[in-house]
């Protein structure tokens, strides 16, 4: 299956910006429909953002709608998440998930590849 490894966490100040990457590598990442979660301490695993295998359709966490991006750059195979506006309330393990499903998914359970998970904390 698709091996993922997601990249560009961090410490950021409330109100800034930062984007994750979710690079993949042993499948061609046009077959998956990618999506985006997080886990905050002591929380269950949230789901944030998920796009279909052509960067057409989305799907955001109501939480996160107007603050978050996902994208896709398919000759690269990567997926990003580009949050800005941070509140520390998004301080969390990000992870990336993929699936060959040609529906967008936002049940984690529906994934059947998952990276590794990069932190993210934003300060107040």
């Known amino acids: 299956q698709v091996q993922l490894v997601e990249s560009g966490g961090g410490l950021v100040q409330a109100g800034g910006s930062l984007r994750l990457s979710c690079a993949a590598s042993?499948?061609?990442?046009?077959?998956?429909?990618m999506g985006w979660f997080r886990r905050a301490p002591g929380k269950e695993r949230e789901f944030v953002a998920a796009?279909?295998?052509?960067?057409?359709?989305?799907n955001y966490a109501d939480s996160v709608k107007g603050r978050f991006t996902i994208s896709r750059d398919n000759s690269k195979n990567t997926v990003y998440l580009q949050m800005n506006s941070l509140k520390p309330e998004d301080t969390a393990v990000y992870f990336c998930?993929?699936?060959?499903?040609?529906?967008?998914?936002?049940?984690?359970?529906?994934?059947?590849?998952w990276g590794q998970g990069t932190q993210v904390t934003v300060s107040s």
């Open positions: 998930a993929a699936d060959r499903s040609f529906h967008v998914l936002v049940d984690a359970s529906r994934f059947g590849s």
């Open positions: 042993g499948r061609t990442l046009s077959s998956y429909v």
């Open positions: 796009m279909d295998r052509f960067g057409i359709s989305t």
